[in-house]
């Protein structure tokens, strides 16, 4: 089934570890996402990269980084990882990133920081 | 400031109709989004307005003012499969989406 593929699904992690949530598409989509969304709050964009080779930052970047080195592959990075970071994310993508590109989302995978 | 407000929860019967609202004040307005969300999974896409006006899709329809910042979904003939978070989001002018905080339906027999 064609879509987005996220893993880990979910992860526990200690303060100040590296993380990488990988995320795959298989539907040659420009444009990947990553989102985290916690309770309470609306998705909050936290990179995004338009096609492959570039990124871009978002609303809420910090501590997080990402590559995009082919069209299928969106990783993203917690170099030291800390509690504020635990969220539930979401990994998209859409045929281009502007008018009605409307997102396609990953299954997200859940990580918690102690 | 950009902010999108919609109810945080609310509560239908099976079989009614039921709207819910979104109100938006954002920089640049380059479309309104509305995803559905069950617990624990991904958002999946429902409807996009640009123009005013109301677009219908099956038992759902959405509705969108620009000049009045404000949007709603309309579900008809509900089903307990409805019962979910509803989020709106908006594409401001440099084609990122800003997101409400969802509104939670909870659908009685």
Redesign the interface.
């Known amino acids: 089934t064609a879509g987005i593929t996220q893993a880990p699904t979910s992860q526990i992690l200690a303060a100040g570890r590296s993380m990488t949530l990988r995320c795959t598409q298989d539907m040659r989509h420009n444009a990947m996402y990553w989102y985290r969304q916690d309770l309470g709050l609306g998705l909050r964009l936290i990179h995004y990269s338009n096609t492959a080779g570039t990124t871009g930052k978002g609303e809420v970047p910090d501590g997080y980084s990402v590559s995009r080195a082919n069209t299928d592959d969106f990783p993203l990075t917690l170099a030291s990882a800390v509690p504020s970071q635990t969220s539930v994310y979401f990994c998209a993508s859409s045929e281009d990133s502007s008018g009605a590109n409307v997102l396609t989302f990953g299954a997200g995978s859940r990580l918690t920081v102690l | 400031g950009q902010n999108?407000d919609q109810p945080t929860e609310m509560t239908a019967t099976e079989g009614a109709i039921v709207q819910i609202n979104c109100t938006y004040q954002t920089s640049g307005f380059?479309?309104l989004?509305w995803?559905q969300q069950h617990a624990g999974?991904?958002?999946?896409?429902l409807s996009?307005n640009?123009l005013d006006g109301l677009e219908e899709k099956g038992r759902f329809s959405s509705f969108l003012s620009r000049s009045k910042g404000y949007s709603y979904l309309l579900l008809k003939e509900l089903q307990m499969k409805d019962s979910a978070s509803y989020?709106c989001?908006v594409?401001h002018s440099n084609?990122?989406?800003?997101?409400?905080?969802?509104t939670k339906l909870i659908i009685k027999p």
């Open positions: 999108i380059n479309g989004f995803y999974e991904a958002p999946t896409f996009y640009v989020l989001a594409m084609y990122q989406l800003i997101w409400g905080a969802g």
